[in-house]
């Protein structure tokens, strides 16, 4: 079982950052993959970026290029989403999931747990 807790979102202006943090507990997380996704009301939840723990590779949705930037910390169990550059179509709930067994998922089926989820709101 691997639980996930998102935390960071808040309210912020158009041109501003945020950094979300997303703790992951449970056993052999470290074989995951962990991704962010989005999902603004009215529509679909939507990948933003994702890592793996064992070599730090990441990838992002083209959307969020340039601008977001996820990283983490295994001794602290802890995967960030930096924030850059904010557009007010960045709103959204954010969530992380972890995927068993690595690999590179861009839907959400293939994940296997999940957050609570954190608001992020960018006004213009």
């Known amino acids: 079982q691997v639980q996930l807790v998102e935390s960071g979102g808040g309210l912020v202006q158009a041109g501003g950052s945020l950094r979300l943090s997303c703790a992951a507990s449970?056993?052999?997380?470290?074989?995951?993959?962990l991704a962010w996704f989005r999902q603004a009301p009215g529509k679909e939840r939507e990948f933003v970026g994702i890592t793996t723990w064992s070599g730090g590779n990441t990838y992002y949705t083209d959307s969020v290029k340039g601008r977001f930037t996820i990283s983490r910390d295994n001794a602290k169990n802890t995967v960030y989403l930096q924030m850059n550059s904010l557009k007010s179509e960045d709103t959204a709930v954010y969530y992380c999931?972890?995927?068993?067994?690595?690999?590179?998922?861009?839907?959400?089926?293939?994940?296997?747990?999940w957050g609570q989820g954190t608001q992020v709101t960018v006004s213009s």
């Open positions: 999931a972890a995927r068993v067994g690595g690999g590179w998922g861009r839907r959400p089926d293939e994940y296997d747990y």
């Open positions: 449970g056993r052999t997380f470290r074989t995951y993959s």
